[in-house]
Each structure stands twice: as C-alpha cells, then as structure tokens.
C-alpha cells in the first residue's frame, strides 16, 4: 500500500544529525632557533601537549626539514595527534606570526578548505597534519617572522564531533519579558519610592536605586563621590514636568511613551516639541538609547516648521543622522525655509550650521550643472557624428549629394 506523504499519523518522527567543531588553540614559542639548526632532517622540537576536543595534540617543528630529500632547503612544522585515538577528524590552521608588528602573519588554514576536500582524518596516535615545505630556510632566516633569534607561532585545532537530536519531550511557551511593565507598575503605584523630585512645582516620586542603574547621572548624584545617598527630595530646573514624566516613564518601562496622552494633544506640532525636549532630556541624564529613539522619530518628522528648532538641537546634543536628514531637507527647501522665523534665529545663533547648509546647496548645484553639462555634451557628440556619417556619405556618392542640393 502507498501511503500519502501528506497523510499524518501519530507514528511521524523526526530527527536532525549536527556536526560541528569544538575548537582550541596553542601559543607555540622557539627561542634559540639558530641553535636548533642542525639536527638533522626528520628531528624536531616539539612544543607541550595541549588538549582540545578531549584528545591530545602537539606541535612539531623540523628545523633542518622532515625529508632527507630537500637537503634542509626548508623548514617543517606539523600538528600531532598526541594520545590514543582511532579516525580522528579535525580541521587545522597554522600560524606564523610576523613580529614587526605589520601583522602580515603567515596563515595556513584548513578551515576555509572544509567544504572542498572535509575535514583531516588522523588514522591513529603519531598521525599527522602539515607542511613539508612550510618555509623555505633562507627566506624565513632574513624576514619578519625571525626576530631576536625566535620564532612564534599559533596553532587552532578543530576536532569535529556529531551528535544527533531527537524530538524534544515538551513544548514550553515562554512569554515575553513583562519587567518593563512590572517596573512601571512600582513607578505608577508609588510602592517603595526613596526619592522625591520638584518639578516647576509638581512633584514627582521615584526609586534611587532603578534610577541608578539606568542613569549614570542619577548613579553619581545619589551613590558617587559627591553624591548624597540619604537625601530623600531633589529639586530640578530647566526641564519641563511633562517632559521629566516622560522620561520616568522610559527609565522604567524601556519604552518610548505615549507622547499624546502625555502631552494631552493629537497634534504633530506637539509631538515633535516634546520629542525634542525629551532628546535633550536624555542627552543631560545620560541615557543613549532614549536619545536615539527620539532622533529616530525626529527624523520622520522634519518639515518647514520644525526644520530650524530641529536642527539647532541635533547640532548641540551631537546627532550626526538626524543633521544630516535635517540639512538635505534644507538644502532641497532653501526657497520656503530660508524666509521662516526659525530660520532667522538659526543665521544669528548658528552661523556655522549655515555655512553648513550653503556648501550644501552649493555641492547639489554643482553636482546638477555637471549633469546638464554631460547631457548637452552627448547632444553635441550625437550631431558630429551625424555630420561624419554625411561627409562619408558625399565621399562615397557625390552624385546623388549633388542631386539633393
């Protein structure tokens, strides 16, 4: 009987085969290298045994080369599997590292071969992985790699190793993480405040050590160096109540606010007016990433009317995007913008935002002439090329030109 591959019983099963690669590495050092010349070829100095994917392994250096052959023309260097071990499977790297500090280091890699030849198999105890010809002598002798009479090296094991997986005996949902919200909830109900703050005369109550944690500032005014950790009130000017509200909220929850419910307005205007006091709320009180959350949605919000406040604000709390998003804007505006209010007070407060602006403006109408030059050039070529093909065409049958005219 056939059975239909879409046909599902309860007897379905599955499972997944993974190979991977537990790596480690070995630091290599030979100090005395002309002394080791010498030996004789197929004798070499061996570094300590190191462990990874729980077989032994050491690195060989052959000073006078392994074959008898190359008459000591090169140098040999060779990972060993050092302990008992049957079709071991591994990758390997080798690395002679330049000691001039260019950091052209000498890479020989397997890993970046694993997907033509698969990994190195070593049959058992003694094999090997390396290079005959790793160097040759006299070239190693006068480079980088040779300094003070040593050599240094680094060698990556990667021992691979499969297992396979079965289908797993449960199915556990795990939820979201609700801290944000749990937090919010001690902000909202007021349970354990420590700490009050006057606000242009609303008081806000908060918890030092959350505040702490998420603000180096609130950090070292309440547990720094000069910081009072018993003071239970703070007064704090030049900020706004529903702007330091709203950045309570964000200390606690990790979430931008709603703005709307804060300010009490659908407006866009509002929006963006505390957008931007919040921006440099979170530029005063260290806290980065409310920072960029603002910049982002100032970014979507720029037009004619906000342009010159927005601006200004992204120049002082140092937000390269949202000047960069602000002066193109400018730039492909400058015949509303430039007669706004805002404006005006921009060419008196920020003389250099405008010189900004200008080399701005000057580089796209620069850039635009170029193009128009380019397309007027192809229009004379195209007519030159229509006249060659008449001077051809006259050398070719004059008659018929004469007849033409």
């Not at 691979?160 to 109900?189: F, H, I, W």
């Not at 070292?220 to 910081?227: M, N, P, T, Y």
């Not at 960029?292 to 937000?319: F, G, I, M, P, Y």
Request: hydrophobic letters at 35%; aromatic letters at 8%; charged letters at 25%.
């Amino acid at each position: 009987m056939i059975q239909n591959p879409n046909d599902r019983t309860g007897n379905d099963s599955s499972s997944k085969s993974v190979n991977e690669t537990v790596n480690g590495s070995h630091h290599f050092t030979i100090r005395g290298y002309s002394l080791a010349k010498g030996m004789g070829p197929g004798k070499y100095i061996s570094s300590d045994i190191f462990t990874v994917g729980g077989y032994d392994w050491a690195i060989y250096f052959y000073p006078d080369g392994k074959n008898i052959e190359d008459s000591s023309v090169y140098v040999s260097v060779f990972i060993a599997l050092a302990s008992e071990g049957t079709d071991v499977r591994a990758l390997f790297e080798l690395t002679l590292l330049d000691q001039s500090g260019k950091q052209k280091h000498k890479i020989h890699s397997h890993f970046d071969r694993a997907l033509e030849s698969g990994p190195y198999t070593l049959k058992y105890r003694g094999s090997m992985w390396g290079y005959k010809r790793f160097f040759r002598r006299t070239s190693l002798e006068t480079s980088d790699y040779l300094k003070d009479d040593c050599l240094s090296m680094h060698c990556t094991v990667g021992v691979v190793r499969t297992r396979v997986e079965g289908p797993k005996d449960y199915s556990v949902s795990v939820p979201p993480s609700d801290m944000g919200q749990s937090l919010k909830y001690l902000l909202d109900a007021e349970l354990g405040c420590d700490i009050v703050f006057q606000v242009g005369g609303e008081i806000f109550k908060g918890h030092k050590l959350i505040l702490a944690a998420r603000s180096p500032v609130f950090r070292a005014q309440f547990f720094g160096l000069i910081g009072n950790p018993k003071s239970d009130e703070v007064e704090l000017k030049d900020i706004e109540p529903s702007v330091f509200k709203a950045m309570l909220q964000y200390i606690y929850s990790d979430e931008l606010p709603d703005l709307i419910e804060i300010t009490g307005s659908t407006s866009t205007g509002s929006s963006t007016i505390m957008l931007q006091h919040l921006l440099a709320a979170a530029d005063r009180f260290d806290l980065d990433r409310l920072k960029e959350l603002c910049e982002a949605k100032l970014c979507e919000e720029v037009n004619v009317d906000t342009l010159a406040t927005t601006l200004s604000l992204a120049e002082q709390h140092r937000c390269p995007q949202l000047k960069a998003i602000c002066l193109k804007f400018a730039a492909t505006n400058l015949g509303v913008v430039m007669y706004t209010e805002g404006f005006k007070h921009l060419e008196e407060s920020c003389p250099s935002l405008l010189s900004e602006l200008l080399e701005m403006v000057a580089s796209a109408d620069e850039k635009a002439s170029l193009m128009s030059s380019k397309k007027r050039s192809s229009s004379s070529i195209f007519g030159l090329d229509l006249a060659a093909d008449g001077v051809a065409v006259e050398s070719v049958n004059p008659r018929r030109v004469s007849r033409r005219m």
